[in-house]
């Protein structure tokens, strides 16, 4: 068996990501060849889309958006990710989306 870094073990498939999250209890909502996975709060939003308009170069193949419940859009944030980045990697972004950290007084 040949060990390479997490960061050159190629593509992957889709799966490693969606079902970890199915497996965490998000919701899954397919269109087509499209998929939305939402958390139980609905504060982030993880999508799948293989299906991209052909005439925009470069388009990420994956959507990561968090929405904070009190709406304060200021905290909002999305990270994308390209087809060529490894779906282990982008599972391990998803799995640190779950974990709880503790903020210090000047953050919380």
């Not at 079902?19 to 709060?41: E, F, H, I, P």
């Not at 904070?68 to 060529?84: E, K, S």
Request: net charge negative; glycine share 10%.
């Amino acid at each position: 068996m040949t060990t390479v870094p997490a960061c050159a073990c190629g593509v992957g498939e889709p799966g490693t990501v969606l079902d970890l999250l199915v497996g965490g209890g998000w919701s899954c909502d397919a269109d087509g060849s499209n998929v939305t996975m939402r958390s139980a709060d609905h504060q982030l939003k993880v999508q799948f889309r293989p299906e991209r308009t052909p005439t925009v170069p470069r388009q990420p193949l994956w959507l990561i958006d968090y929405r904070p419940a009190d709406g304060d859009a200021g905290r909002a944030w999305r990270a994308t990710f390209t087809d060529d980045t490894p779906a282990g990697l982008i599972a391990a972004f998803c799995v640190l989306l779950s974990d709880d950290v503790e903020l210090g007084v000047d953050r919380a």
